[in-house]
Every structure is written in structure tokens, then in C-alpha cells.
């Protein structure tokens, strides 16, 4: 008869009891999503849609609903996995470190509560993050371009496979790449 390790059951114990409190935490405060940031998702996501996009107007934008998730922040009005997801997604139209950051660990809170869309925000707000600092990005999921010449992904550092890209929702590095084709392409 195996023998158990004691090791073994309190570490898988310890992690059930940390995963109903982290639950139990967020359905005690509210099951509901918060309505507020929900339409500032939908603000985010809508300024997002016109083509080309006029930064004139939507950078302030974007940072007058990041100052409103910080403040719903510090008054504990976020709860839920959606509610993290939201305030991720805004977050991660900052426009430095500091906010990608926030995005990256809202997103993991997300995924903690158990939202299955949120680990493609997670490696998005962190290879921004990466990219922000002058590091090669990890999953792939960053473009840019200079000066009006055709977008490019990021450069993207080796270590990451594409088992792992797929784990995070995200497409493999070829068809990553082949995205970039797709950006460049005139629009109708």
C-alpha cells in the first residue's frame, strides 16, 4: 500500500481552502458585476472600433476611465471575475509601465475567480508590460508602428513555446506573425 505524504495533502488542502476563501470572498461582497465598469469596458472596446482611431480623442479618454477603475478600485467595487477582466482591459490601454502592470495582475485575478477569457489579457498586458521596457515580449501579442511604416509584431524573446501561447489563448507564433499581414492590408 503507497504510504501518503503528509506534505503532499496539506499543500492540496491549503489549495482548496485558498481557492473557496478567494470565491467565497468575492460571492460574499457581491455576486453581480459592477455596471459602472462594465460600461467603461464597453467605452474602452468602442473607441477602439473607428478606423483610424484619433489618439487626440480617445488618450484622454482612456485616462479618465483608468482614474475612475482606480477609484472604484480603492473603494473595494470590484469583485467579481468580469468586474477584474474590465478593469484589466482598461488598464491595459495605459500608457506606461506602471498601468500595464495593474492590468497584468487584474487580469491574474480574473483567471483566479475563474474567468477562462481572461489568460489571453494576462500575456497581452504582459508582453506590454515587456515591451514598454524595452524587453522582447513573451506570448506575441504585441504590433506597433513608426512613423507610417506598415505594422510590425514586437520582437518576442525565446522560451515561450506555443503549447504554452495556446494554454493563454493566444495564436501560435507563426500565425502571430501572419496577423501582421493581415493589419497591413488596406481596409474597404
Avoid at 155 to 169: I, K, N, S, W
Wanted: with cysteine; hydrophobic share 40%; glycine share 6%.
Amino acid at each position: 500500500m503507497p504510504r501518503i505524504n503528509r506534505h503532499s495533502v496539506f499543500t492540496a488542502v491549503l489549495v482548496v481552502a485558498i481557492a473557496l476563501g478567494v470565491i467565497s470572498h468575492a460571492t460574499a461582497k457581491r455576486v453581480k458585476d459592477n455596471a459602472e465598469l462594465a460600461a467603461l469596458y464597453e467605452q474602452d472596446q468602442a473607441d477602439r472600433e473607428t478606423e483610424p482611431i484619433d489618439w487626440t480623442v480617445v488618450s484622454p479618454r482612456d485616462d479618465a476611465r483608468q482614474q475612475r477603475v482606480r477609484e472604484l478600485l480603492d473603494a473595494d467595487a470590484v469583485h467579481t471575475a468580469n468586474d477584474y477582466s474590465h478593469a484589466a482591459m482598461v488598464y491595459q490601454h495605459a500608457s506606461g509601465p506602471e498601468g500595464y502592470e495593474l492590468a497584468h495582475e487584474l487580469a491574474m485575478i480574473s483567471i483566479a475567480l475563474g474567468n477562462r477569457d481572461a489568460p489571453w489579457l494576462a500575456a497581452a498586458s504582459y508582453d506590454r508590460l515587456l515591451v514598454s521596457l524595452g524587453r522582447g515580449q513573451r506570448f506575441g501579442t504585441q504590433y506597433g508602428a513608426k512613423n507610417g511604416e506598415p505594422i510590425r509584431m514586437q520582437p518576442v524573446d525565446a522560451g515561450v513555446t506555443d503549447a504554452m501561447r495556446a494554454a493563454m489563448g493566444c495564436p501560435s507564433l507563426l500565425e502571430a506573425k501572419e496577423r501582421e499581414k493581415q493589419f497591413n492590408q488596406p481596409r474597404p
